[in-house]
């Protein structure tokens, strides 16, 4: 079994900042790639930011410049620092990573619960 748990989620003026994190445990090889998106009610999920297993990175370009994605491999958590929040960045974050099992089977991936941001005044 995987398992994935995201945190840091919360209420925040705009301007502010935010760091989310997201942590990967269970019978897993290797990750590869880690990718957090985010979505409103009635819309489509929509990738934030995506990091591989060597550190590249990319990212929407409505977050280009605000918000950075790094990794801790040790320890098989990616996090987000978000800075500058705006109220479009409200939204449910969801961490979605990419493994090799301890079989060496895979990819899979898997999917956290989601953590909710809310950017308001």
């Known amino acids: 079994q995987v398992h994935l748990v995201e945190s840091g989620g919360g209420l925040v003026q705009p301007g502010g900042s935010l760091r989310l994190s997201c942590a990967v445990s269970?019978?897993?090889?290797?990750?590869?790639?880690m990718v957090w998106y985010r979505q409103v009610p009635g819309n489509q999920r929509e990738l934030v930011a995506r990091i591989t297993s060597g550190g590249s990175t990319n990212y929407a370009d409505s977050v280009k410049g605000r918000f950075t994605i790094s990794r801790d491999n040790t320890k098989n958590t990616v996090f987000l620092q978000m800075t500058s929040l705006k109220p479009e960045d409200t939204a449910v974050y969801y961490c979605?990573?990419?493994?090799?099992?301890?079989?060496?089977?895979?990819?899979?991936?898997?999917w956290g619960q989601g953590t909710q941001v809310t950017v308001s005044s």
């Open positions: 269970g019978s897993i090889f290797s990750i590869t790639a």
């Open positions: 979605n990573a990419f493994y090799i099992s301890s079989t060496f089977r895979g990819p899979y991936d898997v």
